[in-house]
Structure formats: C-alpha cells, structure tokens
C-alpha cells in the first residue's frame, strides 16, 4: 500500500465545532488578526493581542480622564478616583495580553488567570476604598489596596517574562518550539506514512485531509481557524488507535449516552442512513430500552391514523372516562372536567360540548358586568368582577328577565354619577325629585332628622338652605309661640337668598320676606330711625304659631328698643282707628299736625290726586274749600278724618285691600296683599286686631320653633323670617321633641353636604368596609358580597366600578359561557361554565396572553362541531407535515405521546404513506447496538461498501470518502487509517 493515498473525515470534531457554536465576534477577532498581524499559531495569540489593544485603550482612557479632570471643573478627588481606576486596569490588560502572546505553557497561563484576578480584586478594592479610607483618612486601607495589586501585576508579568530568565528553565513555563524535521517518508526512515493536510475551504475556514498515498476520509464539516481545527485532529488522532470494529448487516438501533448524561436511540438501516429517532430523552438506559422494546413490539403492526381538524380522543382515568379534543398536531384544545362512569356518556358529553361551545357567551370582562339569572322563578341580577366573582348582589327580584334587564339598564348610567357618601358620618343629601329640589338630614345612626320646609326649584336654594341650618343650628335658641308673637331681628343687607321663584334669581334680604305659609303680610311705613344707622338694621314682625307673617316693619330701626317702641306705637294706631269702606274717590278733611285744617282728594287705591295747598283755621273753612273742588268731582265720597282709620277698597283686578291711615291723613299700613272679597279684606285686617297685645322676642339668632299638629314637631327659622328646615319625624311630647333637638343639632353642625342621583353610594364598616347602593328614597338597590380591611380601598373597587359603569355588559347564562382566566405569569386560559359556575371543560392550553387565548377559542369554535372521534391503540402512526410542506411520520401512543418520528421527508402525504411498509420491516428486523465506546462501524450501500468512525456519543467521527467494491477493500482501507492515523504529520495549505 505504499503507492496509495488516503483521507480521513472527522465528522465527530466538526460536530462538536456546531454544538460550540463560534460567535461572529470570535470569527471577526481571527479575521482581523490574521489580516492586520499574521497567522496566529493558537487562540491565545489572537486574544492576547485584543486584550493588549483593549488595555491600551483603557490605559489611555485613564489618562485623558486625569487630563481633563485636572484641568476641568471636577473635583480633583472625584478625578484622581476614575482616571485611577481606569488607567489600572489599562495596565492589567495590557500585561496580561502580552503574556497571552508569548509562547508560555498551560500552567504558566493559568498562573496568569491567578494574578489577573488578584489584581482585578486590587482595582475593586481601590474604587471602594478611595477617597473616604484613602491616607490619614477612615481606616487607611491605601497600603493593602496597593499590596493586592502589586502582588497581581508582579504574578502576571513574573511568568510572561522573569520567571524564564531568572530559572534559566524555559521548559517549565514557555512551551516547546516545534521542530522543521522533515516527515519519516521524506527522509527513507518509514516505508508507510500519513499526513495531515489543512488546507481552507471555499468560506475561508479551516479542513483537513489525512495522506496515505489517496485520500481515505475527509472531513465534513469546517473549523473556523486554524488551532482549532488542530484541536479536533489532536482528538481523532488520541481516539482513533482504540477504536472498535462493528460490521452492520441488518437495520439496527443504536443506544447510546450523549454528552448531557441523557440516553436517545437511533433506528439506521444497513447501509448507515438514519431513518428515525426518538422523541424524547432518557435518564437512564433501560428507559430508552424500554422505548426501543415498544417500537419492536408495536411498531409493525401499528395502523395509520389521521386527523383532520381535530377529532375527540377517549381515555379512562381512575375509573372514570374523559374526553379530550385534540388537532391535527395532537395538541390538546380542551378536556372535560367531570368525568363519566361509560364511554357513551363521555361521547355524548364531548357532542354537547361542540354543541355548547359553539354558541356560548364569551365573558370577556375587563372590569365588571351585570349578570341577569333567575332564582325561585324570579329574576334578579347581580355585579361580578373581571374574575366572574360576584362582587354585588341587588336586593329586588324581578317577574321577567326582561324587568331586571331594564332596571340593570336603568342603573349603570346613574352609577357612574352616583356620590359616595359613608354610613355612620352625619351628611346632608341633596336631590332631585318630580322637577323639584329637596334636602334631608341623615345622622349617624342612618336616621332622617331634619329636611326642608318645601320644594325648591334649583340645587342652589336646598344648597343655601342646608348650608343655612348647619351654620345656625347649634347656637340656635328652642322656642315656641302661642297664637302670635313679635319677633325683634337684626337684618344683614350684604346676605343673600336663592330665590325659589321661576327666574332662579338671588334676591337680596334687605326687606322681609313674604308669609311662606300663605299668610297676609302687613307693612308699616314708619318715620323712626336714623337716617343712617349704624351697625346692622332691626326691624320687627308679628308672626303666628303657623309662621304667617300679620305685620311687619319695612323701615329699620337702630337698634331693637327702638324697633319694639314702634310696635308699641302700632298698637295705639291699630286701637282707636275706625273703618272706613268706599269704592271710589273720596275727599278727605282733616287736622294736621299743628292744628291746621287741610283736604285731598284721594282715589281708591289711597293715591292724594289733589290737596287743599293751603292751611285753615278751622273744619268748616277747610270743607268750604273742599266744596268748591267737589263741585267738579260730583261722586267722589266725603271723609271727616278725626282718628286713625282702617279703610277697605278696590284695587286692581276688582281685588280688596286695606289699608291703615292715622288721624294725620298719613299712611300707616296698607295690606300688601289683594283679596277675591270684601269679608276676605276685612278678615285680614281683623287678624292684626286679634293679636296686637301679643309679647315681643328679641330674635338675634336661629331658632327650632315647637309646636303641636297632634304631636310635637319643630321647624327651625332663621332671624330674617325663612324657615330653612323642618323635622322628619314628631315626638309624642316637647320634652321629647326638645332631647331630639339636642341630638339633630350635632349632627346638623357636623354633615356635609352631597348631591345624589336616582342612585348612591354608601360606605359601611362592620369589621371590615363594604359598601351598598341606595336609591334616592334609602332604599337598599344592592350590597356588595365584597369586603376590605381599610376604607380607602374599598372606594377604590366603588370608583372603578363608577368609572366603567357605562361600559359594563349586561348578559345572562343560558346553557353555557365561555369564561377567560388570567393566571398571571401561568397565562390565559378559559373553563366552559353554566349559570351556576360549574366547570365542565377546561382549555387544554396556556396562552402567553390573552389575544392568543382569543384566537385559541375562535379555533375551537371552528373545529369543535366538525371534530370527529379518533380511538388511539397502543400504538399508532400518524403522518404530519413540516414548515416547508413536507411529510414525515411518527409513532404515537395510546396517550398521543410522540415516540417515535422518521428523520426522512416526503413531498406527499401518499409517499409517506407508502414508506411506512419499509419501515415496519425495518423496526421487525432491526437489531439492538449498545454504543460505549469509540468504533468503526463497516456497513453495505447501493454500490458497495464503506467504513465511518463513530464516538461514544453516536455521533460520526470520520467517513471513508468512496466506496469500495468488496468488503476486503474496505476493510484495509479502515486499518491503514487506523494504523497511521495517530501518527499523522499536520501540514497547513492555503
């Protein structure tokens, strides 16, 4: 054989550069050297020469930094801190590159590592250190950081260049230098020899040839420089002696362990091609065994199965049956949750299933809806949160679904302006009912206490009313009137009250105000008083037990002596004044006020249309005057004015007023009020005389008013005369009614004011907070099944439930819903639920969110009504196809498991098909290889026979690189590698 050539292929080596995978960096970093610098010998040139740049950047970078510090307006601290650390490690680097570049042994490299990190450890310890424990400063460490680091950079440079020098030994650390001898053949020394030839292939990376007169093997795969496609020869060459004979004449299965300790087999025909491999990965050697048996026993007899879609499989668990819908893939889409006692009862679950699933309602929540479900054959609903928990339940049922649909319709738009107001917290509530304006008082203990006296037209006026009693309530005075009483008050020009009128105007309180009870006010023009009082105005009023306004002041008084003497001047008017009745004009006579006589000719509504102009001495001279004027005003009436007079007329619209006038002629009082009749006039007038005797009460302040309507009630007025409040409830006796007042004035003093809607919200503490919805009567709408331990976030769940209100479905579970569930960092999945929550399918996948979980029920959806039933045995092939649309089978089990799968592709579903005849041949006849160790394995081909080198791992090593004609050839071939391949010589062409 000494005229013959050979190549080896080492496959196993090249395997093993994929599994490593080099980066692009890596291939960069050679490429540049070799360009820039030369053929590196080993990786260590390559990145010793890069750490040696990178520590001279650094180093510089230092450098610079103290430059610029120095100079710039850094603290010279800070500066001499990064420039340090910086231009230490430049120096690290660059010594350890260049130690990296020399020819020094493993062990002085590793003695290398040592004192690079010893001297990474002295950089660390400097940036903590300094300045703070730096010199006379802290605990002084400078000394020790210094130490570190000197005795690191001293180990790396001692071993890149002292230690040779100083031992004379460069044996110990600086490695041999290869020698220029010729190879054996060259020099007549040996008749037989190999050669390594390395050489680059067309990407520019690293192959090899072994030589022996023709190329035997070659390698299949490329190494990315040259040490390491070294490396990978080195390995063959140290394996290769060693290496077993195994001649394949049959299909075999070939056990083996690969390098993560995991046991795998492979089914190969005779001629070395692989047509299948497990589909999964064994702990020990008997599993895989124990998976080859299965193959061997099952395989050849196993049928073909196909799913199109997707199709319902049937399995037994403990007794019970379940069914499962899988797709095309064998994933699994769903699975009951029950379980059934017969095969039939889980077929006829799986059909509703398909049946259900497809029109049921999905709950996709994202923060609360309104459930409608039926109980006790009456319809209610309730609130449930994003995670289908019932977060409220409402406290009326409805006859119809359709009645609790529309009350639910009715009051999500009132939700989401609903006011939160918190039980136990007195508080006043302003709403809206029948186009009018109320307000109430609800104490702490949930009661109605006070409310307004009326209907207002406008929130401003319950506002004004409200804000009026809590402000007066608690220094306001008890009082009570029997039949009438004067009230002396002060007046504030700058208040102001709402008006409870059409135009929905303030009105300033600069004058007093109308009986609010339907009562005649009477007004005295009076001249007493300042023109220009100081501090605030008094006037007066005589009210009655009903708050209707007899009489009162229009003019202020100074002070209130001055206000109760002109009641008492009124009271002498009103005694000694007589009735006057006339319909028309009237000529009057009278005295005046220093003894002169007068006339004037008034009109019915008290208006002077003409006066005398001039004084007499006597009556009968003032009336000859008159006579004259009387001639021209024929029906004009006569009136001697010798007192003061009540006198009833005519005003506008035929409607009856009187008035009071004083033996002067003057207008005292006149009614402003108008009356359908004469009686009714008089009425009004005699009211007055009634109650001209009753007592006068200074009024500074509020007041709660008693008074009996059967039982005790009491209305609470302000000094100006406005009754602002009444109570909710009577006490059967004033003693009562007054210990009522103590406690409404607390709480009057105390509330706050909130406006609610058709709806609100009310915060409760029983132990923990919760909250209800009350309708604009109190009357409980819901109450919440949720609770929390502090009040803040209880208002938090009752704001976000206001805040999306608008937005929240209304549905109702007939047969079954779809319902998703958030598992967090599990996923998204989805259970099939009926009215009463019961689960009775579940999804049989996670999906990372929930737009995939979504598309994964729209799938289900599609394929669930079209599934049809698959039973699978044992063992059963299924064919499948791949990405690029090619088709290849796999041994499935009973479960579905994968267990096998055929590493050969087809371009139809009908070849796959038909390849599986040879393939259950293959798995009958195929025999069991244990692989320990590293062998030749000598098989047939089409043509003839070949030899590959395979490692312990299964993986192929080196192939021969033709195929010989007898098994004799083939054989010499594979000894003459196995003879001269550990001794190869290496040659590197380019």
């Not at 005229?3 to 196993?12: D, P």
């Not at 819901?782 to 999306?804: I, K």
Request: some cysteine.
């Amino acid at each position: 054989m000494s005229g013959r050539r050979f190549i080896i292929s080492h496959q196993s080596y090249a395997l093993e550069l994929r599994m490593s995978a080099p980066s692009e960096i890596h291939r960069s970093l050679y490429r540049l050297y070799e360009r820039y610098v030369g053929e590196p010998d080993s990786g260590k040139d390559v990145y010793g020469y890069w750490l040696f740049i990178l520590g001279y950047v650094v180093g510089a970078a230092g450098i610079v930094a103290f430059v610029i510090g120095y100079g710039g307006s850094i603290a010279e601290e800070r500066m001499i801190h990064i420039s340090g650390v910086t231009a230490s490690l430049g120096l690290v680097f660059c010594l350890f590159g260049i130690g990296l570049m020399l020819p020094v042994r493993k062990r002085g490299i590793q003695a290398s590592v040592v004192g690079l990190v010893v001297s990474l450890v002295g950089v660390a310890m400097y940036g903590i250190v300094y300045p703070d424990n730096w010199r006379h400063r802290g605990a002084g460490y400078d000394v020790e950081v210094i130490a570190v680091y000197a005795v690191g950079i001293a180990i790396i440079a001692g071993v890149a260049a002292l230690v040779p020098v100083l031992t004379g030994r460069k044996g110990m650390f600086v490695e041999e230098e290869g020698t220029s001898e010729d190879p054996p053949i060259l020099t007549g020394d040996a008749l037989e020899d190999a050669q390594f030839a390395i050489f680059r292939d067309e990407h520019g990376d690293w192959k090899w040839n072994v030589l022996h007169r023709e190329a035997l093997a070659t390698s299949t795969s490329s190494a990315v420089t040259r040490p390491e496609a070294r490396e990978g020869i080195d390995r063959v060459k140290s394996q290769i002696s060693s290496a077993g004979l195994m001649e394949l004449t049959t299909a075999a299965f070939r056990l083996y362990e690969d390098r993560d300790g995991n046991w795998q087999w492979t089914l190969a025909r005779d001629d070395g091609s692989v047509v299948a491999d497990c589909s999964r990965e064994f702990g020990r050697r008997e599993g895989a065994e124990e998976s080859v048996s299965f193959l061997k026993d099952r395989g050849p007899d196993a049928d073909v199965i196909e799913i199109e879609g997707a199709a319902f499989t049937y399995t037994e668990e403990r007794g019970k049956w379940h069914w499962h819908l899988v797709d095309d893939e064998h994933t699994t889409l769903a699975v009951d949750e029950v379980g059934y006692d017969e095969q039939d009862d889980a077929e006829a679950a799986a059909q509703t299933f398909a049946e259900r699933f497809t029109d049921a309602r999905l709950l996709d929540i994202e923060h609360f809806g309104v459930e409608l479900y039926e109980t006790d054959d009456e319809w209610t609903w309730c609130f449930v949160d994003d995670a289908d928990d019932v977060v409220a339940d409402a406290a009326d049922t409805y006859d119809t679904r359709r009645e609790a649909e529309e009350a639910a319709e009715a009051l999500l738009p009132a939700l989401e302006s609903a006011s939160v107001t918190v039980a136990g917290e007195p508080t006043y509530e302003l709403y809206e009912e029948d186009d009018d304006w109320q307000w109430r008082l609800v104490d702490e203990a949930e009661d109605i206490v006070a409310r307004n006296p009326g209907a207002a037209v406008d929130e401003e006026r319950v506002e004004w009313e409200a804000g009026q009693f809590g402000e007066n309530a608690d220094q306001a005075d008890v009082v009570e009137i029997e039949e009438a009483e004067y009230e002396v008050y002060p007046s504030d020009e700058k208040r102001t009250v709402p008006s409870n009128d059409d135009d929905h105007l303030p009105k300033a309180v600069d004058e007093p105000a109308a009986a609010t009870d339907g009562g005649t006010a009477v007004t005295f023009d009076e001249d007493e008083g300042p023109a220009e009082p100081e501090g605030p105005d008094w006037h007066w009023r005589l009210v009655t037990e009903d708050r209707e306004i007899v009489a009162a002041s229009t003019d202020p008084h100074a002070d209130a002596d001055s206000a109760a003497a002109a009641i008492e001047r009124v009271r002498e008017q009103a005694n000694e004044a007589e009735l006057i009745e006339f319909e028309q004009s009237a000529f009057q006579v009278y005295e005046a006020d220093d003894g002169e006589w007068r006339w004037r000719l008034i009109d019915e509504d008290g208006n002077v249309l003409a006066d005398s102009g001039e004084e007499h001495t006597s009556r009968s001279e003032a009336a000859e005057a008159m006579m004259t004027l009387k001639e021209r005003a024929p029906d004009a009436e006569l009136l001697e004015i010798e007192t003061a007079a009540f006198e009833l007329f005519v005003g506008e619209n035929d409607e009856w007023g009187w008035r009071l006038i004083d033996e002067g002629g003057q207008l005292v009082a006149e009614d402003p009020a108008t009356h359908p009749t004469r009686d009714a006039a008089r009425d009004a007038m005699n009211r007055l005389l009634e109650h001209l005797g009753s007592d006068v009460r200074t009024m500074e302040n509020a007041a709660f008013q008693t008074y009996v309507d059967e039982d005790w009630h009491w209305r609470f007025v302000l000094p100006s005369g406005e009754t602002v409040a009444v109570d909710d409830e009577p006490a059967p006796t004033r003693d009562d009614l007054v210990d009522q007042i103590e406690d409404v004035r607390e709480a009057a003093s105390s509330g706050r004011q909130s406006t609610i809607g058709d709806v609100a919200v009310q915060l409760y503490e029983s132990g923990t907070w919760s909250w209800r919805l009350l309708d604009r009567d109190r009357e409980a709408v819901a109450d919440a099944t949720v609770s929390y331990t502090e009040r803040a976030d209880a208002l938090d769940h009752v704001d976000a439930c206001r805040t999306h209100a608008t937005d929240a479905p209304i549905f109702t579970i007939e047969d079954a819903a779809i319902r998703l569930e958030d598992g967090a960092e599990d996923g998204w999945c989805w259970d099939l639920v009926d009215a009463d929550r019961t689960v009775s399918a579940r999804g049989g996948t996670v999906a990372d969110t929930k737009e995939a979980e979504l598309d994964e029920i729209d799938e289900i959806r599609r394929l669930a009504p079209m599934a049809g039933r698959v039973d699978f045995d044992v063992a059963s092939f299924e064919l499948v196809s791949n990405e690029d649309d090619r088709w290849q089978w796999r041994l499935i089990d009973e479960d579905g498991r994968p267990v096998a799968a055929g590493t050969e592709t087809y371009e139809t579903n009908e070849a796959a098909r038909e390849s599986l005849d040879d393939v259950r041949t293959l798995i009958g006849n195929a025999s069991i290889l244990e692989i320990d160790s590293v062998s030749f394995e000598l098989h047939t081909d089409e043509d003839g026979w070949v030899w590959r080198l395979v490692d312990e791992f299964g993986s192929t090593m080196a192939e021969s690189t033709q195929t010989y004609e007898n098994r004799t050839d083939a054989r010499e071939a594979m000894d003459a590698v196995k003879s001269h391949a550990p001794d190869g010589w290496l040659t590197f062409t380019e």
